[in-house]
């Protein structure tokens, strides 16, 4: 008769096997999203109007299938990429090495590499235009 933690490490050895097999079934589709990109909605905490919004971009270039979650059923990974925003006191955020999770990622709006570069150049505009001298 096999002991508690004897039964205990065959239960882990199925569940990762099972797991193993959720990951490799479902990784064709989180590696689709490598060079996709997205946008979405931030605000603080409590947003009054719709100027109290602005967008987060974000361009992903790689998926880490070692870094999971699972809720629902479903695979959620890590990802590396780039990520940037201007919050509405115009708080610029520039994150050239962001790491993120696919998490919510399908309530996210996917948008063109067009619109990705164009809101990055407005950006670059913007910080063009920045007086970094102490004249005034």
Known sequence: MATKQELL?????????????LIE??????????????KWLNSYSLPKCEEDYWYI?????TINKEDFLIIDGE????????MFQTDIENSIRIDLNHYGRTVGLS????????????????LLDKLSKVNTTNNQ
């Open 9 to 21: 490490e065959e239960i882990r050895k199925i569940e990762q096997k099972e797991l193993d097999e």
């Open 75 to 82: 695979i959620h990974v890590g990802f590396e990429g780039v």
């Open 57 to 61: 971009y974000v361009k992903i270039h």
């Open 107 to 122: 309530k996210k709006q996917e948008i063109s590499s067009e619109e990705f570069t164009q809101a990055w150049n407005e």
């Open 25 to 38: 079934k479902q990784y064709p589709k989180l590696k689709a999203l490598e060079g996709k990109y997205y």
